[in-house]
């Protein structure tokens, strides 16, 4: 049952409707019913069981932590609870990249190793709700909150299914705030959220399936489509990646919003960053966080590294010296973030170390830039010079999400190649409507992402003032709300992919 299907929207109306007419006491039970259901018919019975392994695991072992004295019991059953789930993760999601590596080492040694990958379908979400347990496992065990007694609130908080599908990696003590709090229905709660859904639904079907069918074409066929039609779809699909999760995570704050539950924010208008490092904590917002407060920096307190840092204070004197277990750390975050999206190199390289390169660089290099920016005597504080630092880092971030979306890893470099063909002609000669869309199509693209980019600079410029679209909606003349209103929804009816016959394609990151 995808965000986006009719079948969903009954379900969310239907929801709704009860959650607000049953009694307050009742309301926690429907909301993990109607998650159990989702999960059902999002993915069957298997997600159900998987969801249940981590959710009462972790629930025991929160309990048992606080009520063991010692700390080499607590840590027996924070261990567990770790190596259970994460054995679970790893097999679903990354047995096979352990073959394929193999592969890969057997080769450069020249042996032949006979290993097959195994046929293992990982559920919905997997990624999303795992780290979000172990999450609060984590903060039980470092006393940041109390474990939850009730099975039925903890369950609520780890099956709430808005979260479930594409995230966001909800903290429990945020969410919880709000999660098991008394509610009333709030008319404004409720269009606000109705309106993110709207919105959503406007990048999905409107923006993110339409380039879709540019992205699929050339990345489907790399060697007749050469040259700038690798660039072009390689743009094309960073707006993809962007409306397709961002669009997700819309609906499903919307829907929370709705229900009266405030989940994590997971983007902050990312294409306004000037640097990868900014990218990255305006992109995907809960995974960096979750992956720098449980794996970065308890990596950097451990012994190993302290050690690592002494010894190269000692070769590199102590302002470099100190930097090296930095670095080694941010290798192996990256490393855990690539790996994260998918048990492949393309995955590793694309959306981690490629990254990890152009940070660590960056701030290695920037001495060298900052003297050359004084010799050419470059004003940094101008638009211009923001303009292009802008455009430096979409540019950095887009020949990572090339390795993101190819077939392997080794197409991706065979793409980047191929882009190099100075085939400019395809600007003028009509060329871009046989990727599938004709020129009407691509006129309804191009004017949707213009509205994309005045939302987005509008969003960037209100969220330094403290407020937000929808507010400074609110505050407008009855008429000139309802239009808006009326143009959006339009918008998606007319313009959007939908309908008999046609299958959207199912929203990226629902797959991790």
């Not at 940041?144 to 990696?169: D, H, N």
């Not at 990596?299 to 102590?318: F, I, M, N, S």
């Not at 993101?404 to 991706?412: I, K």
Request: proline fraction near 3%; charged fraction near 15%.
């Amino acid at each position: 049952m995808s965000f986006t299907s009719f079948y969903f929207l009954l379900f969310f109306a239907c929801l709704l409707g009860l959650y607000y007419i049953v009694p307050e006491k009742c309301r926690l039970p429907l909301l993990v019913l109607a998650s159990l259901a989702f999960c059902y018919f999002a993915d069957g019975i298997r997600l159900i069981l998987f969801l249940a392994v981590s959710t009462v695991s972790t629930w025991i072992a929160a309990i048992r932590m606080e009520e063991t004295e010692g700390r080499a019991g607590r840590n027996l059953w924070l261990y567990g609870a770790l190596l259970l789930n994460l054995g679970v993760l790893s097999v679903c999601k990354y047995l096979n990249f352990f073959v394929y590596t193999g592969r890969i080492l057997g080769g450069l040694f020249h042996r032949d190793l006979v290993l097959k990958p195994f046929s293992i379908i990982a559920p919905l979400g997997i990624s999303f709700y795992t780290f979000q347990v172990l999450g609060y496992l984590i903060d039980v065990s470092r006393g940041t909150c109390k474990a939850q007694r009730s099975l039925l609130k903890y369950a609520a908080f780890a099956c709430f299914f808005p979260q479930l599908v594409t995230g966001p990696i909800n903290r429990y003590p945020e969410i919880a705030e709000t999660l098991y709090a008394e509610k009333k229905f709030d008319y404004t709660r409720v269009t606000f959220g109705l309106q993110r859904i709207a919105w959503g639904f406007f990048k999905k079907l409107v923006i993110s399936e339409r380039l879709a069918v540019l992205v699929n074409t050339v990345y489907g066929d790399y060697h007749t489509y050469n040259g700038l039609y690798i660039l072009f779809a390689a743009v094309c699909f960073t707006f993809q990646l962007y409306t397709d999760f961002s669009g997700a995570m819309d609906i499903a704050l919307g829907v929370s919003e709705a229900l009266g539950v405030k989940m994590a924010e997971n983007f902050e208008t990312p294409f306004f960053s000037r640097s990868c490092s900014e990218f990255w904590r305006r992109w995907h917002i809960t995974l960096g966080g979750w992956m720098r407060d449980y794996l970065f920096y308890p990596l950097l307190k451990t012994e190993a590294l302290a050690k690592v840092g002494d010894r190269a204070k000692k070769l590199l004197g102590k302002k470099r010296g100190k930097k090296v277990p930095i670095y080694l750390g941010m290798l192996v975050l990256w490393f855990t973030v690539g790996l994260w999206h998918g048990g492949s190199w393309n995955f590793i390289v694309g959306s981690g170390l490629l990254h990890f390169v152009y940070i660590v660089g960056g701030q290695l290099l920037e001495p060298v830039f900052k003297r050359l920016k004084g010799f050419l005597k470059v004003n940094t504080e101008c638009y211009s010079w923001h303009l292009f630092e802008r455009l430096r880092t979409f540019t950095l971030i887009t020949i990572g999400w090339v390795f993101f979306r190819a077939s392997s890893f080794r197409t991706a470099l065979s793409m980047l190649k191929a882009s190099l063909y100075p085939n400019i002609w395809i600007f003028t000669d009509g060329s871009l409507f046989k990727l599938g869309l004709d020129a009407p199509d691509f006129i309804v693209g191009v004017l949707a992402l213009g509205v994309l980019l005045k939302v987005s600079v509008l969003q960037e410029r209100l969220h330094s003032e403290g407020t937000g679209v929808r507010e400074r909606l609110a505050g407008q003349n009855l008429v000139f709300r309802w239009i808006m209103y009326y143009a959006l929804l339009f918008a998606i009816i007319i313009f959007g992919f939908y309908g008999p016959g046609y299958d959207p394609s199912e929203f990226i990151y629902q797959g991790f």
